[in-house]
Structures are given as C-alpha cells and as structure tokens.
C-alpha cells in the first residue's frame, strides 16, 4: 500500500506544494473560495477533506466536490453535526463522511464513513 502523508489544516488557505500527494484534513468549509486554494496549486494534495458547513444556500458548502473533481483530487466532505468547523483535529476525530465526489467513490471511499476510516484507507 502507498504511504501518504496525512496533513492537518484548520484552514485550507494554509495548502502548499509541500502538501502535494498527501491527505489532507482540513476544517475549513467545502465552499469555492476554500476550493481555490487547492485548485490553485500547482502540485496537488491527493485528497481533502471539508467541513460541508452545513451546506448553505444553494449548497455552496459542498462546490469543492465538483471543483476538486475538475482538477483531480480526491474531495470528501464531512457533517458540520459531526465536528467542529475551522478545527483540522476535530474533523480527524469526529468527522463523519457525507460527501464523495466521484474520485472519491472510485478509491472505495464510502458516505457514513468517520474521517479516521477514510485517512486509513487512504494510506495516510
């Protein structure tokens, strides 16, 4: 199994090429502004995962699903009932996936999942 790197951001405005190939947990909400900092990387993390914020108007706390898919990173999206949003550590601990994009899906990945199954399945 590939090694990863695992990666704590309590916001993904903190993404660098450092990060490339990594997983990355972070507590920021999956909205575009916080997708752009991923996009925006010229080496990517291999995935991320978001607080969905509650999902928003227009479910704007869950456009990191598209937008990481467009570029080829894994998104993952945890409940904002099931840990705090701007803390990283939290997301780790309580997180509970519910939100995939197809990237995700493809590696196994699974909707009810808590963020700590998804990191080990990821070989972080």
């Known amino acids: 199994m590939t090694r990863r790197p695992l990666v704590l951001l309590d ?3 903190l993404v660098n090429a450092s990060h490339a190939g ?3 947990v972070s507590g920021s909400h999956g909205g575009l502004s916080a997708s752009h900092f991923v996009t925006a990387q010229t080496l990517k993390p291999f995935a991320v995962a978001f607080n969905d914020a509650g ?3 227009d479910d704007a706390g869950r456009v990191a699903l598209h937008e990481l898919q ?3 990173v894994l998104a993952i999206l ?3 009932t099931s840990a705090r949003i701007g803390e990283a550590q939290d997301g780790l ?3 509970v996936v519910n939100g995939l ?3 995700a899906l493809a590696q196994g990945l699974q909707l009810g999942w808590r963020i700590t199954d998804v990191v ?3 070989g972080a």
């Open 11 to 13: 916001s993904i405005a």
């Open 22 to 24: 990594s997983v990355v």
């Open 55 to 57: 999902g928003g108007k």
């Open 70 to 72: 467009a570029v080829g």
């Open 78 to 80: 945890y409940a904002h």
């Open 93 to 95: 601990d309580n997180g």
């Open 101 to 103: 994009n197809a990237l």
């Open 120 to 122: 080990r399945h990821l």
